[in-house]
């Protein structure tokens, strides 16, 4: 009986696994489309800042922003601080956007190591749990499955053997 259960524990396990790999993509894949939308959004607020810098400034908005700074007007001197905000903004999302066109391991190690952190926080807040039915959601389902089973079943067996060593009543003997 007992060894009947522990085969549905692995069975448990593993299934466990794979529905936790399978989620892996889906993250990625909307972390991804969030951060796409937070670069346009930035981009379409960045773009008169832009046009104003073309035309006056050879295109730099850099050069904007010291122009606003070295305004007298406080107005300007505010503004200055938020197109600077913006630009950086902008600066940041493009990386992060192209940090995610990468291989599909190294996108899932940036999201889990150095995702922007309120993209990230929005996305795990929103999410929405989905079964994906492609290649690569299966491979990590796999892999997380396997893995689990595995390291949770060797840690247990582990755990048996330590409990089996340091019994009292160990090698057989009554006492």
Request: glycine residues 6%.
């Amino acid at each position: 009986m007992i060894k009947f259960c522990i085969e549905y524990l692995r069975l448990i396990l593993f299934c466990s696994g794979l529905l936790i790999g399978i989620q892996v993509p889906a993250v990625v894949d909307q972390y991804e489309k969030r951060i796409d939308a937070h670069l346009s959004e930035a981009l379409q607020i960045l773009a008169g800042f832009q046009q104003t810098a073309d035309r006056y400034f050879n295109g730099s908005v850099e050069d904007l922003v010291k122009h606003y700074e070295s305004s007298d007007d406080p107005v300007f001197n505010n503004d200055a601080r938020n197109i600077r905000f913006i630009s950086e903004r902008v600066a940041k999302l493009q990386l992060e956007a192209q940090t995610l066109q990468q291989q599909a391991l190294w996108r899932v190690l940036h999201v889990v190591t150095t995702p922007d952190k309120q993209i990230i926080q929005q996305t795990m807040e929103q999410y929405s749990y989905m079964i994906l039915i492609d290649p690569q959601a299966l491979i990590w389902g796999v892999l997380c499955g396997f893995l689990i089973a595995i390291l949770l079943e060797g840690f247990l067996h582990l755990l048996g053997f330590c409990l089996l060593c340091f019994s009292p009543h160990k090698h057989g003997k009554n006492t």
